[in-house]
């Protein structure tokens, strides 16, 4: 009997899996077509057999640290000892890593982030990074290092080297309809996570209709469970769960949320965005041993010093000096406004519409991005709006009736709405 199907007997009847059996697996996975024992179907089951009766922490534990061994690893907080890092499960306009990372540097905490590209109605932070004319992403450890000496942060594009084995088991985990299983997720997100060696990880996961997981339980499950799975692998970490029910601050689109991380940064945040940006700051900067206070964090947007880490940062990392100097934000230039069709609140925003719409504009049949297309959100939820009244613009290359009127039903207007209870909760400690 090959090992495999011993091991997905036992997954199945709901045992747990030792260390030893899930390296086995994952080795298998990192093999490819080479592994007599792991093929599609074997790794398939065992997928399947998680989703459904689960892994207990010691279990997520290990598909973590073995998924994590398949790649390199850096080990920086061996050279920077109070080094952090920050990941949001993804969402609509979630421009925070870009402010987080300058403000925290300016504050003394230093921050690596190896960021993921857009993915469904998600905008990813290398897409909205490389809208900057020369940016570049493509870090190696010694570049990082560099940078972390040099400016205080370093940011770049997670590539194939790290943790591979996920890779394969997230493209079977598309396949086989358990892509939503927390510690898979878990072990998805983690080992990616501490391939860099950051001494502090902080999660910032989604809840809402424009998360990953929409349901606010799951989300707080799976904040829990990176949380306990990071910390049993040694590192630190918290988590926060935050608001995802409407696009977050001001901006949607990639020039549009750098535009959205300068204003942030020269004190023109939107103030859902700060809020989310420095609890996830204070958050990890505690979790590193290297509290920084919320005045501090403040400071460092009113005294420059967190823009300045800005501009320092990309100029290292091949940002066009002239453009750092003077930076012009060149949003596509059909402007569409979206109009409140009656009086009432603003009851609904179906966000995970508006993310695939934008993601439809920008990319069209082409596989670059747009960079301009865009939103700018005029009204938050519970906000009380006339006939007529503005809610959003849209920014597009061309006119396009159908997206537009696709984008303007993503808003509900409830005459009868009690404002108080349409606005959700913006962040969560657990
Ligand atoms: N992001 C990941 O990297 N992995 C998952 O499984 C889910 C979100």
Redesign the pocket.
């Known amino acids: 009997m090959k090992p495999a199907f011993s091991i997905l007997e036992r997954k199945r009847a709901g045992e747990s899996l030792s260390e030893a059996e899930i390296r086995d697996l994952v080795a298998g996975a990192s093999a490819g077509a080479s592994s007599s024992s792991w093929g599609d179907a074997e790794l398939g089951a065992f997928l399947m057999a998680a989703a459904v009766r689960g892994l207990d922490l010691e279990e997520t534990r290990a598909l973590t640290l073995a998924m994590l061994e398949s790649g390199e690893q850096w080990d920086l907080a061996a050279d920077f000892p109070a080094l952090v890092d920050k990941h949001s499960?993804?969402g609509v306009a979630d421009t925070v890593s870009l402010i987080l990372a300058p403000l925290l540097a300016a504050c003394g905490v230093p921050v690596v982030m190896l960021t993921?590209r857009s993915l469904g109605h998600t905008g990813g932070t290398a897409d909205k990074l490389e809208s900057i004319p020369g940016l570049r992403l493509d870090l190696d450890r010694a570049e990082c290092c560099r940078l972390l000496d040099e400016v205080g942060t370093a940011i770049g594009v997670a590539t194939g080297d790290i943790a591979p084995a996920?890779r394969r088991l997230?493209a079977l985990?598309d396949r086989t309809a358990t892509?939503s299983s927390i510690p898979?997720?878990t072990a998805?997100?983690a080992s990616?996570k501490l391939a860099t060696g950051a001494a502090a990880l902080v999660f910032d996961v989604k809840t809402g209709n424009g998360a990953?997981l929409p349901d606010r339980a799951q989300g707080e499950e799976l904040a829990r469970r990176l949380v306990e799975t990071v910390e049993a692998a040694g590192r630190r970490s918290s988590a926060l769960v935050t608001d995802m029910n409407q696009p977050l601050g001001v901006w949607a689109g990639h020039t549009a949320e750098v535009r959205a991380t300068f204003e942030a940064l020269e004190g023109e945040g939107a103030a859902d965005l700060m809020e989310v940006t420095y609890a996830l700051c204070e958050a990890v900067a505690e979790a590193v041993g290297q509290p920084v206070s919320r005045r501090r964090l403040e400071d460092a947007v009113a005294s420059g010093k967190g823009r300045d880490v800005f501009v320092r940062w990309a100029e290292r990392q091949g940002a066009d000096p002239a453009w750092l100097a003077e930076p012009r934000f060149e949003l596509a230039t059909v402007e569409v406004p979206l109009r409140a069709p009656g009086a009432g609140v603003l009851a609904g925003v179906d966000t995970t519409r508006l993310g695939l719409l934008l993601s439809r504009a920008a990319r069209g049949s082409r596989t670059d991005i747009d960079y301009g297309v865009s939103l700018r959100m005029v009204q938050r939820l519970g906000d009380e709006l006339q006939e007529g009244q503005e809610l959003a613009r849209l920014y597009l290359r061309r006119e396009d009736e159908g997206l537009i009127a696709e984008a303007q039903g993503a808003f509900t207007i409830d005459p009868l709405a009690d404002p108080e209870k349409v606005r959700p909760p913006l962040v969560e400690r657990l």
């Open positions: 499960t993804g993921g996920d997230y985990r892509i898979l997720i998805s997100i990616k990953f």
